[in-house]
């Protein structure tokens, strides 16, 4: 996953405490920062994957270590895989998936 929902990088140069900033996040964008980075990387991500991309390539080039997590992270936003989000889009199945 991105680094940004598993760490605290704002904190060494803060004395807030992650909960503070985590309760200041969701008072200013209206969601927490692990679901406002998923809606972050999505346009990216379907930019890729309608570019041909392949799926481990465009989890990796996102920061997660296995393609699993990235497709996780596209099913729960979109409520469906990347390979039949591209199906249900550009109509045709992506080669080799």
Not at 33 to 58: E, M
Not at 73 to 97: C, D, E, H, N, V
Request: include cysteine; glycine fraction near 8%.
């Amino acid at each position: 996953m991105p680094p940004f929902p598993g760490s605290n990088p704002g904190a060494p140069a803060s004395t807030c405490q992650r909960k503070t900033i985590e309760r200041l996040f969701i008072s200013e964008t209206g969601m927490p920062p692990a679901q406002w980075l998923r809606f972050a990387c999505l346009p990216h991500a379907i930019s890729q994957l309608t570019s041909r991309k392949k799926i481990g390539t465009v989890a990796f080039d996102l920061g997660y270590d296995f393609p699993s997590s990235s497709s996780s992270m596209f099913r729960k936003t979109l409520g469906s895989s990347p390979s039949s989000f591209l199906q249900r889009t550009i109509g045709r199945p992506r080669p080799g998936t």
